[in-house]
């Protein structure tokens, strides 16, 4: 009678388990063309990406890199100045002077108006430190430092308190987007911001931003770095 049990228990735990078998592991399986790459799937690589801090392939020694760069290139570029000239260094702030991760990560990378704008009026936006260092080195050298940014004209004193609290001083200028016209890009209203330097008589020796419309459009600058932003895209 006991062996009986035992090789029915057997028999009942054999057929469970190829009843999992079956449900796991499909004879075929038809999977349709996806036109992106998983979201879900993206996000955790931005997250890593953002996190990490291997030399290469993570986005501070990326962010770095590219502020050494332009840092070498001003040094150079002030060694060489012709008497008279005006140098000029134009920046971006989102994602360039200043991160604006945790409002990102509390959004999950999406753009909502109003958390954007109690974002931006609690001021706690970090500097970019490589952007913050191209910033002092441009200073030491009295090199003019401009500000050009997509925020509104009505986030003027909210964004230049964070800028003084992240360690931005004594800038020349600082340009907010106010009313424009129907249709105007990023890239049209930046380029003509950065027509008013070149007219009041500076060169636009660096322009650094973390989107193409940051620098596209003339006139340009010597040099244009563009830092490493996938977590957005502003056209």
Not at 17 to 42: F, I, K
Not at 91 to 119: H, K, P
């Amino acid at each position: 009678m006991k062996r009986t049990q035992r090789l029915l228990s057997l028999s009942s735990l054999l057929l469970f388990s190829l009843s999992l078998m079956a449900q796991s592991v499909p004879g075929r399986l038809a999977v349709t063309q996806e036109p992106t790459p998983n979201l879900g799937q993206l996000k955790t690589r931005l997250i890593a990406y953002h996190d990490c801090l291997r030399p290469r392939g993570c986005y501070v020694p990326d962010l770095n890199r590219q502020s050494d760069l332009a840092i070498a290139y001003l040094q150079r570029r002030v060694a060489r100045v012709k008497p008279g000239e005006k140098l000029a260094l134009v920046l971006d702030i989102d994602e360039t002077a200043l991160s604006n991760w945790d409002e990102e990560a509390q959004d999950d990378f999406g753009y909502i108006a109003n958390d954007w704008n109690v974002w931006v009026e609690k001021k706690q936006a970090a500097p970019i430190a490589g952007t913050l260092r191209l910033y002092n080195e441009a200073q030491k050298h009295n090199v003019a430092v401009f500000f050009i940014t997509g925020r509104s004209a009505a986030q003027t004193s909210a964004t230049m308190e964070n800028l003084n609290a992240a360690g931005y001083h004594d800038w020349t200028g600082l340009a907010m987007r106010g009313p424009h016209p129907s249709g105007q890009t990023t890239a049209e209203y930046k380029s003509g911001e950065r027509r008013k330097i070149v007219e009041a008589g500076y060169r636009i020796v660096l322009n650094v931003g973390d989107q193409m419309s940051d620098l596209t459009g003339s006139p340009h600058a010597e040099l244009s770095v563009k830092l490493p932003n996938p977590f957005y895209y502003i056209p």
